[in-house]
């Protein structure tokens, strides 16, 4: 289909999708940062699944949503694969980047690409909410593979799930997110099997830094050759 672009501009409008799609959208881009549907977003987007699409950029925060977020994500979910080149890093299913707001009931059904940074739902995170979020998608990369969050700094993740099974050809693989600082992580679930070839692989988290984590469980089994 036709890509509509708009470069530095952030939504900041209501955009429910009531519970329809956006499907078929082709999207294949050099080194773009903040790469997706909405390239900012400052509004609210929420009820809309991503469906039988293909992003792909060699820049950092390549989502299927939002690239930047700064409001709120709401009852989103994609179906699509997302992908992002071979050096940079932060690719995620949903939100390439949030800096504030609200990520929340959001899903990753779709197929994660990338080398480095590669996160179910959400990539870095800061002063969020990140509520009732998961991936159920399998993830392979070199470095830094987390099945929900890349990393969370002042922020709420609550209740998040990964499902998928998580690997990497190198080091860092976390079933919930990569590094925790002056956050809290409660009540979130790890059932994927974890793998790295190297080391650092974590059920729920590798790097927590004044912080709370509560109430969290791995069920997946972790491995690592070296």
């Not at 294949?28 to 977003?41: C, D, L, P, R, Y």
């Not at 979020?133 to 969370?152: F, H």
């Not at 998040?160 to 079933?175: D, E, M, P, R, Y």
Request: charged share 10%.
């Amino acid at each position: 289909g036709d890509t509509i672009e708009i470069d530095n501009i952030s939504f900041e409008g209501v955009f429910d999708g009531q519970d329809n799609d956006i499907k078929g959208v082709y999207i294949n881009k050099g080194v773009v940062f903040h790469q997706a549907i909405f390239a900012s977003s400052n509004g609210v987007i929420q009820n809309v699944d991503v469906v039988d699409s293909y992003i792909h950029a060699e820049g950092k925060y390549v989502a299927g949503l939002v690239g930047l977020n700064a409001g709120n994500v709401i009852n989103c979910n994609n179906m699509s694969t997302i992908s992002g080149g071979e050096y940079w890093y932060s690719v995620a299913g949903v939100v390439g980047q949030s800096i504030g707001g609200n990520i929340e009931n959001c899903t990753n059904n779709g197929n994660i690409k990338g080398s480095n940074g590669l996160s179910g739902v959400v990539g870095p995170a800061k002063n969020t909410q990140i509520i009732n979020c998961s991936n159920t998608k399998n993830i392979e990369g070199v470095t830094r593979v987390c099945g929900v969050i890349e990393s969370a700094t002042n922020c709420q993740v609550i209740n998040c799930t990964n499902s998928g099974n998580l690997s990497a050809t190198g080091t860092g693989v976390q079933g919930i997110v990569l590094s925790v600082t002056d956050s809290q992580v409660i009540n979130c679930t790890n059932y994927g099997e974890l793998y790295a070839n190297v080391h650092e692989v974590n059920g729920i988290a590798q790097v927590v830094t004044n912080s709370i984590i509560r109430n969290c469980t791995n069920y997946g089994n972790i491995s690592s050759i070296r």
